[in-house]
């Protein structure tokens, strides 16, 4: 019953480690073959017998079957260790009261914990088994070794916790497990690296820093977080032991390699390592990323036209470690000398031992190959591990591959040695205070509590001796090992490590750095050679520069800044400093007083002004407007006082009303072009407007000069003095305009036309409306000029321009009619006047349309724009309009005011014509 329920428990585990990755939201597991290694206990032992689990990393991938290679193979060189150290303390006096079996088992590197909780159980189920067989001995399983991951390591201790068996882990190190239960590890926590890290920045003197991690792990930012926590407490400490100079260095945001090395992000973040200007690197890299980068490094120096200068001085975690062969990389010796790795500080006694182990198990595999394979108490995984190391397919044929002197071991072997010492120490005297009867074999099975076990023995292991070297073994209350870190660097173009120095715990519990001068290569400030004070990567800004981060080009996603490294850039007046970088504030936004972030220069749309009224361009042209309405209006209100004089009549008075009021509406248009409340409507009506009122003053002097030139063309015709004169140059068919003289009268038929004309120019804007608002564009569009935004019609000036087509053609037309009358007599020469303000106009709308199209910038409105750039565009056009008006008013009608002014005799006038009634 309780190997079932034990079963349940780690099903349900499995299923919630699993979640939403499981097939369906079922609880699905994907079957795979369960391989295990065993050490039995020998025949003709009589001890009690008890059980350790162990979880080492030989395999990865989906289908667990690529060999783990990282750090020389360092999963089965783990689980050798393991073996070896089991051996020993089973004949040592640690352990006379008991012997040690161990289940070995691959972990599959799995982060969801899938096949170390299956593995698991399947060891529990063997147990249970031999329990319930009379023929077997007692046994029971104690605790488990392992994981080597942490993000393996977190779920299965949750099954462990569960089953309520201590969980002891020989290289996990993730800060959270400190708080798991039952679990403890004789290594310590990424903490203690973080402190470690930063007494060998602040020995260094060393002032920028980047943090190089691998996409999908934590371990880098949680790397980057405790080393600035860790120097704020040592500037706000200023502590005798870390008294440096240096103690306000930059450490970068976290750099991440994508987990493929032929993805198209792995160059560029390589590339942007060696672009960065930064001192040093924290190196974070999982262990399946380190040659990957170093083989890209070989890539882009072979693409390089000349060798490649930077000096990356990498100060490496243990992830990165020292058993890789780097004799391949020797030509890129330059980039990676002196650089740093910190590793657990093993005793060369215990991976001389492990090689010495390896070595025995290779001899005896070449004395008698087939008797080793049907040996039950050997490795499984042997002889993949060997065909991997020897690159040889047969072994049979590679008997000159067998010495293992230049073979690299592991740094963390000592750690998995030591979880064999910590349990034979720890349950041994478990055994003797709980079980004081030797006699009695079956005690322990009976009352073995994991809790009991774990709190109070486990818990409290102070000063125990490892079994090779020096070194001892103790956990704090949280189940981690005293710290002893060996510090690592790479010196010699034959990529050679030499060990510097160490970093453990003083008599005074606190973390100390000790590094041997004789031996250290420094690692040096990247120096400012470019005149400004302060480090290339870190000069000082002076007056009112300001700290911009360096931006290191990549492409897509993979565009890299160095906020470590900043240039000292004046900020224009678009732009903010955001989190170190100088940005661009978007469209409607405005940097605050002291350009640290964008604001919106207006919070709701309904509060979004139009053209503003109170600028130099709207004041000007609603000045000139107002004071030409007045002027026009006197014009208009004398030559009604004076209607009946000579001058006026013979003008033609139904031509005034037209005149005078089209001349009036130019100037009505321009103010409130400038002035009125935006919106669909009041633009259509201004389109209307500015189109109709220059139409209305023209068609009017069209069809006055056309009759001039009807009445005297003919007369004319002897005295004419150039080519131009020749030809009709009515535009209206003789049958329809006698058909007209039969129905109207002179003046109606006049008016007639001229509303004729103008209904032309209506129907051209009414098409042209329909035609602009079927294109889905919207009344108004947001425009954003200098530090404003606004609100105007969405119609291009130039189009407002294009509108005025039709009214340039009654311009020529009045221009071409007068021109045909200047030989009419004295008496009817005011036809002069009329060409004269019709060039007047031609000159007036030409250079207004120059200035807009060629002189100024029509296009988009930006902060490079001038303050009321928009406002000074549609100033000109207005005031284009208005001076039309007010120059065909001034020029026509000037003389004859003069004339009445005069108060000459009616018969005696000599300027004034009898005009076209």
Not at 325 to 344: C, G, M, Q
């Amino acid at each position: 019953m309780g190997c079932r329920c034990q079963d349940l428990v780690l099903f349900l585990i499995l299923c919630l480690n699993l979640g939403g990755q499981a097939e369906n939201d079922q609880c699905k597991v994907k079957d795979k073959e369960i391989i295990f290694y065993r050490i039995p206990q020998p025949a003709g032992d009589e001890r009690p017998r008890v059980t350790l689990v162990g979880l080492f990393p030989l395999h990865k991938g989906a289908d667990c079957t690529e060999i783990v290679s990282v750090k020389n193979y360092n999963g089965y060189q783990r689980m050798e260790a393991f073996v070896m150290a089991l051996e020993k303390v089973n004949h040592h006096i640690y352990n006379s009261d008991v012997f040690i079996e161990t289940i070995l088992y691959d972990t599959c590197s799995d982060s969801l914990a899938e096949y170390p909780i299956r593995v698991l159980q399947h060891a529990n189920k063997m147990i249970e088994a031999e329990k319930k067989d009379p023929s077997k001995k007692k046994n029971m399983i104690i605790g488990v070794v392992g994981a080597a991951y942490s993000s393996v390591t977190k779920p299965f201790a949750k099954a462990t916790l569960a089953l309520k068996l201590p969980l002891v882990s020989y290289a996990a190190t993730n800060r959270d497990l400190s708080s798991y239960k039952m679990f403890a590890r004789t290594v310590w926590s990424d903490d203690i690296l973080a402190e470690t890290i930063t007494d060998i920045i602040y020995n260094f003197h060393l002032t920028s820093l980047k943090t190089l991690g691998t996409s999908g792990s934590d371990n880098s930012k949680t790397l980057t977080e405790k080393i600035l926590e860790v120097k704020d407490k040592r500037i706000e400490s200023k502590s005798p032991e870390h008294d440096h100079d240096h103690d306000n260095f930059s450490l970068c945001d976290v750099v991440e390699f994508p987990k493929k090395q032929n993805s198209s992000g792995f160059e560029e973040v390589t590339q942007h390592i060696l672009d960065s200007l930064v001192d040093a690197y924290v190196v974070a890299l999982k262990a399946d990323t380190k040659l990957p980068f170093l083989d890209k490094l070989k890539e882009i120096q072979k693409k390089s036209t000349s060798n490649l200068t930077r000096r990356l001085q990498l100060i490496s975690t243990d992830t990165w470690d020292i058993s890789d062969d780097l004799n391949k990389y020797t030509e890129i010796a330059h980039l990676l000398i002196n650089s740093i790795t910190i590793v657990e500080d093993s005793s060369d006694e215990s991976k001389n031992a492990t090689r010495v182990h390896i070595q025995n198990i290779v001899n005896e595999y070449f004395r008698d190959p087939q008797k080793f394979k049907i040996s039950k108490t050997q490795n499984p995984w042997f002889e993949e591990f060997w065909r991997a190391v020897s690159n040889c397919f047969k072994l049979q044929n590679c008997t000159y591959k067998r010495d293992l002197a230049d073979f690299k071991i592991d740094s963390k072997v000592e750690n998995v040695m030591n979880t064999a010492v910590l349990y034979a120490k720890t349950f041994g005297k478990y055994k003797r205070e709980k079980c004081p009867d030797k006699t009695d074999k079956t005690c322990i099975y009976n009352i073995f509590d994991g809790q009991d076990y774990f709190d109070n023995y486990i818990l409290n292991t102070k000063d125990l001796k490892s079994l090779f070297g020096k070194n001892k073994i103790g956990l704090d209350c949280h189940g981690d090992s005293m710290p002893m870190y060996a510090i690592y660097q790479l010196q010699t173009q034959r990529l050679t490590y030499k060990k510097i120095g160490t970093w453990n715990y003083n008599s005074d519990n606190v973390g100390t750095l000790t590094l041997d001068t004789s031996k250290t290569k420094q690692l040096t400030e990247n120096k400012n050679m470019k005149g400004k004070h302060g480090t290339e990567c870190k000069p000082k800004c002076e007056g009112s520069e300001k700290e911009v981060f360096l931006q290191r080009s990549g492409s897509g996603d993979n565009v890299f800044v160095d906020d470590c490294c900043h240039t000292c850039h004046t900020l224009s007046a678009n732009e903010v400093l955001e989190k170190g970088k100088n940005i661009d504030c978007a469209a409607g936004f405005w940097p605050n007083t002291d350009q640290s972030t964008c604001e919106r220069i207006w919070t709701e749309v309904r509060y979004i002004p139009n053209y503003d009224g109170s600028s130099p361009p709207v004041l000007t042209v609603d000045l000139m407007c107002s004071l030409f309405m007045i002027i026009i209006a006197g014009y208009a209100g004398f030559f009604f006082v004076h209607r009946e004089h000579d001058a006026v009549t013979k003008t033609g008075v139904h031509y005034f009303p037209f005149i005078f009021g089209g001349a009036f509406l130019c100037q009505v248009s321009g103010l409130v072009f400038l002035n009125s409340s935006l919106n669909g409507p009041t633009c259509s009506f201004i389109q209307y407007l500015s189109g109709l009122c220059p139409t209305i003053m023209f068609t009017a002097i069209v069809v006055k000069t056309r009759k001039v030139y009807r009445i005297f063309i003919h007369t004319f015709q002897e005295n004419r003095t150039s080519l131009v004169d020749v030809g009709n140059l009515d535009m209206c068919p003789a049958s329809i305009e006698h058909r007209l003289v039969k129905l109207m009268a002179p003046k109606t038929r006049q008016i007639v036309t001229i509303f004729a004309m103008i209904g032309v120019q209506f129907i051209i804007i009414s098409i042209w409306i329909i035609v602009h608002d079927a294109s889905d564009f919207d009344d108004l569009i947001d425009v954003y000029p200098n530090k404003r935004h606004i609100q105007i019609c969405n119609i291009n000036l130039t189009e407002f321009f294009g509108v005025q087509g039709y009214n340039f053609i009654l311009v020529i037309m009045c221009t071409v009619y007068g021109y045909m009358t200047r030989h009419v007599r004295s008496d009817f020469n005011e036809t002069k006047y009329i060409s004269f303000a019709m060039f007047t106009v031609c000159l007036v709308w030409m250079s207004g349309l120059f200035i807009i199209v060629a002189v100024m910038n029509i296009g988009t409105y930006n902060f490079h724009s001038e303050l009321y750039e928009p406002e000074l565009h549609a100033s000109v056009f207005s005031f284009m309009l208005a001076l039309s008006g007010m120059a065909v008013i001034g020029i026509m009608f000037t003389n004859k005011l003069y004339l009445i002014l005069k108060k000459s005799e009616k018969d005696t006038v000599t300027d004034v014509g009898e005009g076209s009634q």
